[in-house]
């Protein structure tokens, strides 16, 4: 029988677990929106099917996809949990039986199953497939139409170990990029490389070894270049078996940024030094001869975990702000400049993705411009325009919080920034969310269309958008 969910912070308001799968056709519409605005927009996020044992944590919670599909100015939604090993197992059982993060508190009716992973991060469109993805598994595929869960992607078997949450999807040549952290099954130093093409076929794998073993959520990629970055929250396997926790901040280590030319290979990484940050998603990155330039949000203390014996972190540290990191490579140095570009609190940063990779004007974002900072919940939509400093901001409104925004171009040859931007909205008026379409050019003056939901979207993480077949286009 199900369990009542504990009133910790990240399973309540906002955050709160949907437990049901549902279907909604045609969507209440305020508004109006483009008719050239036709395809999907899928979010994923960590929804928990039950209470969950041992620690809890936002990470640790089951997939479920969220499909928005726009067209001829209606939207239609479907939700549905990834049926993953561990949730075909705890659905048979009627209640949690792992614990990702406090694998000590699993069930012993589970010890030693092999999962194919919690698929609750992102959702990508690559080469006809739609894949949903965390950072310790292969990508688990689904149905792009109906959300019905196909099974782990192999990429036709060729795959071993883990693949990113955050792959990287090249424009000019249609390649989809990735890497692998505890890439030898264990949390270790282990990492991996690889491209795959425009039709999803595995090209190339590498292995490499980090300057230690840490919780690599996201990477860069230019035209030139590939960049690492190994970041001081780093993972002990000895230290979570001593009841300690298993991903903790280590300062002292320091940052580590690999550089490796694109088309070298890992034997050629070059690793920069700096101060201890965190960066859980980079904005872009690209490179002009030997200088790389980096957009990040960067945190100074990594958050939502602790230090290595257990204590909280520093809240007042734990802000992301975007800032530019710049390498020189012409230089015989290992350091790096580091430059903030702006003073407001923002996370979930995307662009304009036919310019990854590249150099780049325009840049969007979840921002909170109140006093205090909130992880998942972000009471603006922000859109900064790097030539000129601009930014531009839609404040979502009162008791409502948002996430993670996508862009969408107008059309495939329209100019970088022409287009639209979509976000789930949480109303806690409501108690429900909804989805708001705005003018990427004008963010500021508010939605052309919002496409309301009886329910909530759980706060969650990333999504992206698969344009409407090109005969429906």
Known sequence: MAKRFPSSSHLTGGFAPLRMECDAPDLE??????????????????????????????FA?????????????????????????????EHEAGEALFAPFDPMRSDPSVMGVETDGLANTNIVWHAGRLMALEEAHAPFELDPDSLESIGPWTFGGKLTGPMTAHPKIDAETGEMLFFGYNA????????????????????????????YAAMV???????????????PLTGSMQRAMSGAPVYAWEPEKGNHIGIMP?????????????????????????????????????????????LPDGTPGDPGKAIPRLTRWTFDLARNSSDYKSERLNDIACEFPRLDERRTGLDYRYGFFA???????????????????????????????????TNEPIFVPKSADAPEGVGYVLANVYDDNRKASHLVI???????????????????????????????DPERA
């Open 61 to 89: 919670g089951d997939g479920m996809i969220h499909a928005f599909h726009i067209d001829s100015g209606r939207v239609a939604y479907r939700n549905r949990w990834v049926r993953t090993v561990k949730w075909k197992l």
């Open 438 to 468: 705005l003018d990427a050019e004008n963010v500021a003056d508010g939605p052309l269309a919002t496409a309301y939901l009886d329910h909530r979207v759980p706060f969650g993480f990333h999504g992206n958008w698969k344009p409407a």
């Open 29 to 58: 519409v305020e508004g109006e929106i483009p008719r050239d605005l036709a395809g999907t927009f899928y979010r994923n996020g960590a929804n928990p099917q039950f209470a969950p044992r041992g620690q809890d944590h936002w």
């Open 217 to 231: 959520h996201d990477f860069m990629v230019t035209r030139d270049h590939i960049i690492f970055p190994i970041m």
């Open 262 to 306: 694109r088309r070298g290979s890992v034997e050629d990484i070059r690793w920069f030094r700096g101060g201890a940050s965190y960066v859980f998603h980079p904005m872009n990155a690209h490179s002009n001869g030997d200088t790389v330039t980096c957009d990040v949000c960067e945190f100074e203390q990594a958050p939502l975990f602790p």
């Open 367 to 401: 921002c909170d411009t109140q006093p205090a900072f909130k992880i998942g919940g972000f009471n603006g939509i922000g859109r900064i325009d790097h030539t000129t400093g601009k930014l531009d901001i839609y404040d979502v409104g009162a008791g409502c919080a």
């Open 184 to 211: 030898d099954g264990q949390i270790s130093e282990h990492m991996s490389f690889h491209v795959v093409d425009r039709s999803g076929k595995l090209l190339r794998s590498e292995h490499f070894k980090a300057p």
